[in-house]
């Protein structure tokens, strides 16, 4: 990577497959790097299951030594049960990162979408059509790992806006 170049690692939480997506931001230009999921056997416990995918995240983060991580926020759905379940993978994704080191930022949904669509109630196609338009001659891996790179496109473009501001206190 050159000077002024950060790379990012977008998560999208799932307890059956966690999305991933890696990005590489200079300036305004975003490059895509790579893409993919972790997965976790049904058949296991969800003890099991979750150190899956401690291990599958960590394995990334170690691959790729991104600098900075976004995960996408977990929506309520209709089952308790399934929304517990899926936290507690948004816990793993949160944790791995952070046990690295990296400062990890958090988005909802519609935010994610609305930073890459335009609009926050895009439908998963409109998202996978602008992240492959975002990021020229990406292939994506799966809808999840195209969820992920959109957090990471959303992170980057509130993280430089932070920067901005953060630099123009500092100058004053």
Known sequence: MGAGTFRLVGLDP???????????VSGNRLSHVANGAVHSDSDLSLAERLVQLHDG???????????????????VNKNPASTLKLGMARGVALLVPARAGLPVAEYPTNLVKK???????????????????LLPGVEMKSADAA???AVAICHAHHAATRRVVTLQRSVT
């Open 14 to 24: 799932g307890l059956r497959h966690t999305g991933w997506g890696i990005i590489d």
């Open 115 to 133: 930073s890459v669509v335009g609009a926050g109630h895009a439908d998963k196609n409109q998202v996978q059509i602008m992240v492959g338009m």
């Open 147 to 149: 969820d992920a790179l």
């Open 57 to 75: 995240l960590t394995a990334v983060i170690e691959r790729w030594q991104p600098d900075e991580a976004a995960v996408e926020e977990v929506f």
